[in-house]
């Protein structure tokens, strides 16, 4: 099975030859694997270098000019190193593009603390009117890429990771959360490519497990649904910071007395670089952890 990013690759190469308005801008990363569509589309495949300021500000100003930007290099340098251009050059000028990012929390811990984004959901959550998206598997990656490049001139995030599940869910046609699994004790809400640890993490539960490709919009009333047919317990299980979505989940809840418990990426920085499936596991993660956490508040 291909990697996201490969898959990234792949389906936007297939666009840019099939839609005159996209437009691609890298900061070197994966630019090798765009050589080819570079070969073809001199004029709309732009690499800027080392420079992720001026990648955001180049794709801003490819919208300004009625084009349909679609800015990538590793998360960290995606939506952190760049944060003052994308508030700017996309919100401030009301302009719309699709950012794509790669890495994630922690998919090359080697690369160290700098190749690290767990904040970058959190972050882009202090602007208004993003969509952000977290496939758990190649097969919705190429799926939410092609909804993104289509999206007129919304702005997009697409987190990428080389976490994935197993197998690909369908999308729901209005890319609200799914309901995997019903349960009267609680909601488990899984995020991307958690989905399988928390199916594995809840087996034998008495839960309700929602999956959410896409976070943002946060399906309000999926989630007030769910609880309406169990506890009003939920857990929320997110590759990126830990309780990053407790405040969309609270709102959803005004009217409901709750609880809500966010597990995720924590803050303390691990400095002992190990593999991804260690740091997914030293977050408490992997599927032993959650199920001691998760079964534990739910009582």
């Known amino acids: 099975m291909d990697t996201m ?45 080392i420079r992720e300021q001026l990648l955001v500000g180049v794709g801003g100003g490819l919208a300004l000019t009625g084009l349909r930007p679609v800015v990538h290099t590793f998360a960290s340098f995606l939506v952190e190193r760049p944060f003052e251009q994308v508030k700017l050059d996309f919100g401030h000028q009301g302009t719309g593009g699709v950012l794509v990012s790669a890495g994630a929390s922690h998919d ?8 690290m984004a767990p904040g970058d959901v959190a972050l882009l959550d202090t602007l208004d009117g993003w969509t952000v998206h977290v496939p758990g598997h190649p097969d919705e990656a190429e799926a939410l890429l092609r909804h993104a490049y289509a999206a007129g001139d919304e702005k997009v995030y697409v987190r990428l990771s080389e976490q994935s599940n197993a197998v690909p869910r369908p999308m729901a046609a209005d890319l609200g959360f799914q309901t ?7 909601v488990v809400l899984a995020v991307g490519p958690l989905l399988d640890n928390v199916l594995a993490a809840t087996e034998g539960l008495d839960a309700t497990v929602l999956y959410a490709p896409t976070v943002r919009p946060f399906d309000d009333a999926a989630l007030r649904a769910a609880v309406g047919r169990a506890a009003a317990d939920v857990v929320l299980v997110e590759p990126y910071l830990a309780g990053t979505s407790a405040a969309p989940a609270a709102h959803a809840l005004c009217d409901t007395p709750h609880r809500v418990l966010g597990l995720g990426v924590g803050r303390a920085e691990l400095r002992r670089y190990g593999t991804l499936e260690e740091h997914t596991a030293a977050h408490g993660l992997d599927p032993a952890s959650l199920r001691t956490r998760i079964a534990a508040f739910l009582g």
């Open 5 to 49: 990013r490969e898959r990234f690759v792949s389906v936007t190469s297939r666009v840019l030859d099939e839609d005159p308005r996209l437009a691609l801008v890298l900061a070197e990363i994966t630019m090798d694997a765009f050589r080819p569509a570079l070969q073809r589309h001199p004029d709309r495949v732009i690499n800027v270098g």
């Open 180 to 186: 995997v699994r019903e349960g009267r004790a609680g």
């Open 108 to 115: 090359w811990p080697a690369g160290g603390f700098t190749h």
